[in-house]
């Protein structure tokens, strides 16, 4: 038998998909866009300067590329297969556990595998400019694919006791966070544990982003040693997480009872997340009373409650820095980082939401179903709506109302010159905020109705209502840059990004919202039964049959 053979075949069917060299054309274009616009904040240095911080500001994009593509591309592929009942039938053939595993990861990983290659020749730009040497160059390179492995073996090992795409994509998540940042803060933040004789020093080790800063030459100098051991366990894990994927995939694909603290446990969560009977029988008379798609969207009654959840997160994290830095806290960085971190993780949740039930349903038939009761189009598309503004608008609305308070602190500092520019920001982005969870409500809908796997609904949706807007933005200000070398001051520049960045994110906004109401008005009863069409079907009515052949009489002669 063959030595991985899933491998080979899914390398030569990969091989032949067109998302497969556009992500690698995408990627190197979206590197070779932030290194314009690092010549824009860096013109007046000198060359090997604009080289240093073009490489710095690059790996620190990569890292982060490298540290969530386990979430995008590794977190749900064995799940999915449990939910579809086909994980099974490759155990009946001579496939071993880790034969499925890697097959696996090399049909899911190449994609993003392509995209970090095509980085790399814009990560050696900066070596033309001495701003780096060669084997700054190099141990960066290996500590990027060092990082890309280990979030992708996260992600295998994830998906191997999950079955929900959400749980998997969420522990992926999670597991890689827990890495990153939980138990680095506790190790640093809690006194009892910063006690414990090398628990910092074995925490930090594991850090991803140990070796990424032992990389650079200065830090690299001083202590190579952690640079190498660092690299060797984080690999090292990513190996133990690819074994325990290969031991638990060929026995969790059965189903099996659940014992009694699992049954227990689950009916303790199933009765806080949606009500005791008396509470659901409420619950369900009020929300039939205004939409019965409404209720169906948000028989979850937690929902808001993470987000709530998250904002308090964000809480904490002000609390902390308020005690630690004192008045220093409180500057225009601080406000400017948190509004931006904040308004980012709503629009990415709602992206996530908007489609999330509606391509479930799709790929399950219950919208077939659903279409066959009195409940039209236009009600699934308001109930719909409903349950998002009932998870997110009162949120959305403090946050707004916080964002309102930092600019008018802002204002209110004797030692701030006001800046009609300044207030502009802050007016624009709270607008911008409201645009953007507008249209990504009606977007996230459509695009999850039309693709075939409802998980990709999220990236796609992003990319064309936040990343696209971003990118012409960016390539505007090289031109810019380019055509306004001893013309127009820094401030008369500002003024300029500033409308274009509200101007192409609302032209967007509005156009493929647009698109996409008009379509779920059109073509929604066209994509809810074409379950398994690849593509995007054209909006309008359905097309017409060819007429089954008609039958000869009876008794006649068939020649």
């Given at each position: 038998?063959?030595?991985?053979?899933?491998?080979?075949?899914?390398?030569?069917?990969?091989?032949?998909?067109?998302?497969?060299?556009?992500?690698?054309?995408?990627?190197a274009?979206?590197?070779?866009?932030?290194?314009?616009?690092?010549?824009?904040?860096?013109?007046?240095?000198?060359?090997?300067?604009?080289?240093?911080n073009?490489?710095?500001?690059?790996?620190?994009?990569?890292?982060?590329?490298?540290?969530?593509?386990?979430?995008?591309?590794?977190?749900?592929?064995?799940s999915?297969?449990?939910?579809?009942?086909?994980?099974?039938?490759?155990?009946?053939?001579?496939?071993?556990?880790?034969?499925?595993?890697?097959?696996?990861?090399a049909?899911?990983?190449?994609?993003?595998?392509?995209?970090?290659?095509?980085?790399?020749?814009?990560?050696?730009?900066?070596?033309?400019?001495?701003?780096?040497?060669?084997?700054?160059?190099?141990?960066?390179?290996?500590?990027?694919?060092?990082?890309?492995?280990?979030?992708?073996?996260?992600?295998?090992?994830?998906?191997?006791?999950?079955?929900?795409?959400?749980?998997?994509?969420a522990?992926?998540?999670?597991l890689?966070?827990?890495?990153?940042?939980?138990?680095?803060?506790?190790?640093?933040w809690?006194?009892?544990?910063?006690?414990?004789?090398?628990?910092e020093?074995?925490?930090?080790?594991?850090?991803p982003?140990?070796?990424?800063?032992?990389?650079?030459?200065?830090?690299?100098?001083?202590?190579?040693?952690?640079?190498?051991?660092?690299?060797?366990?984080?690999?090292?894990?990513?190996w133990?997480?690819?074994?325990?994927?290969?031991?638990?995939?060929?026995?969790?694909?059965?189903?099996?009872?659940?014992?009694?603290?699992?049954?227990?446990?689950?009916?303790?969560?199933h009765q806080?997340?949606?009500?005791?009977?008396?509470?659901?029988?409420?619950?369900r008379?009020?929300?039939l009373?205004?939409?019965?798609?409404?209720?169906?969207?948000?028989?979850?009654?937690?929902?808001?409650?993470?987000?709530?959840?998250?904002?308090?997160?964000?809480?904490?994290?002000?609390?902390?820095?308020?005690v630690?830095?004192?008045?220093?806290?409180?500057?225009?960085?601080?406000?400017?980082?948190?509004?931006?971190?904040?308004?980012?993780?709503?629009?990415?949740?709602v992206?996530?939401?908007?489609?999330?039930?509606?391509?479930?349903?799709?790929?399950?038939?219950?919208?077939?179903?659903?279409?066959?009761?009195?409940l039209?189009?236009?009600?699934?598309?308001?109930?719909?709506?409903?349950?998002?503004?009932?998870?997110?608008?009162?949120?959305?609305?403090?946050?707004?109302?916080?964002?309102?308070?930092?600019?008018?602190?802002?204002?209110?500092?004797?030692?701030?010159?006001?800046?009609?520019a300044?207030?502009?920001?802050?007016?624009?982005s709270m607008?911008?905020l409201?645009?953007?969870?507008?249209?990504?409500?009606?977007?996230?809908?459509?695009?999850?109705?039309?693709?075939?796997?409802?998980?990709?609904?999220?990236?796609?949706?992003?990319?064309?209502?936040?990343?696209?807007?971003?990118?012409?933005?960016?390539?505007?200000?090289?031109?810019?840059?380019?055509?306004?070398?001893?013309?127009?001051?820094?401030?008369?520049?500002?003024?300029?990004?500033?409308?274009?960045?509200?101007?192409?994110?609302?032209?967007?906004?509005?156009?493929?919202?647009?698109?996409?109401?008009?379509?779920?008005?059109?073509?929604?009863?066209?994509?809810?039964?074409?379950?398994?069409?690849?593509?995007?079907?054209?909006?309008?009515?359905?097309?017409?049959?060819?007429?089954a052949?008609?039958?000869?009489?009876?008794?006649?002669?068939?020649?």
């Amino acid at each position: 038998m063959t030595f991985l053979p899933i491998v080979g075949r899914e390398l030569r069917v990969a091989a032949r998909r067109q998302g497969t060299y556009w992500s690698r054309a995408v990627t190197a274009l979206g590197a070779i866009i932030i290194g314009g616009f690092m010549q824009i904040v860096n013109r007046s240095d000198a060359p090997y300067e604009f080289g240093r911080n073009l490489f710095e500001a690059l790996s620190w994009i990569s890292i982060f590329y490298c540290l969530f593509s386990g979430v995008r591309a590794t977190a749900d592929c064995l799940s999915e297969e449990k939910r579809e009942g086909t994980l099974g039938l490759l155990f009946l053939t001579d496939l071993k556990g880790y034969d499925v595993v890697f097959g696996k990861l090399a049909a899911t990983s190449l994609g993003a595998f392509y995209g970090l290659l095509a980085i790399f020749p814009v990560l050696a730009v900066p070596l033309l400019m001495g701003g780096i040497t060669n084997q700054e160059f190099w141990r960066m390179a290996l500590v990027l694919v060092n990082t890309f492995v280990f979030s992708l073996a996260v992600g295998m090992f994830v998906s191997s006791v999950s079955k929900s795409s959400r749980k998997a994509m969420a522990g992926t998540f999670l597991l890689i966070l827990l890495f990153t940042a939980v138990a680095p803060g506790l190790v640093e933040w809690v006194p009892v544990l910063s006690r414990v004789h090398g628990l910092e020093n074995a925490v930090f080790l594991v850090w991803p982003f140990s070796p990424f800063r032992l990389s650079f030459d200065a830090a690299y100098r001083a202590d190579p040693h952690s640079f190498w051991t660092s690299c060797e366990l984080i690999h090292g894990l990513a190996w133990l997480f690819l074994i325990l994927a290969s031991l638990i995939t060929p026995r969790s694909w059965q189903d099996k009872p659940s014992g009694g603290a699992r049954t227990r446990w689950r009916d303790v969560w199933h009765q806080w997340n949606y009500g005791g009977a008396a509470e659901r029988h409420a619950f369900r008379r009020r929300l039939l009373d205004i939409n019965a798609f409404y209720w169906l969207a948000s028989r979850a009654r937690l929902k808001p409650a993470h987000v709530w959840a998250f904002l308090g997160i964000a809480a904490c994290f002000w609390a902390w820095g308020c005690v630690e830095l004192g008045r220093d806290w409180f500057n225009d960085g601080t406000y400017v980082i948190t509004a931006l971190v904040i308004n980012t993780g709503l629009k990415l949740w709602v992206a996530s939401e908007a489609g999330h039930r509606l391509g479930e349903d799709r790929k399950i038939g219950s919208l077939e179903l659903l279409l066959s009761t009195p409940l039209n189009v236009p009600d699934i598309l308001r109930g719909q709506l409903l349950a998002l503004g009932r998870q997110f608008l009162a949120p959305v609305l403090a946050v707004l109302g916080v964002e309102l308070t930092f600019m008018l602190v802002s204002l209110r500092d004797q030692s701030y010159r006001v800046d009609t520019a300044y207030v502009a920001f802050w007016v624009l982005s709270m607008l911008m905020l409201v645009i953007d969870l507008v249209a990504l409500s009606w977007v996230g809908m459509w695009v999850a109705l039309t693709t075939r796997h409802p998980n990709q609904a999220t990236s796609i949706t992003v990319a064309r209502l936040l990343v696209l807007p971003w990118v012409i933005l960016i390539a505007f200000a090289v031109l810019l840059s380019v055509i306004s070398v001893n013309g127009s001051s820094s401030d008369e520049m500002m003024n300029i990004l500033l409308g274009l960045w509200f101007g192409l994110g609302t032209v967007a906004d509005i156009a493929f919202a647009l698109s996409a109401r008009a379509n779920l008005r059109t073509a929604f009863r066209v994509v809810a039964t074409q379950r398994f069409t690849p593509g995007r079907p054209q909006p309008g009515p359905r097309p017409k049959q060819d007429a089954a052949p008609s039958l000869p009489p009876v008794g006649a002669e068939i020649t």
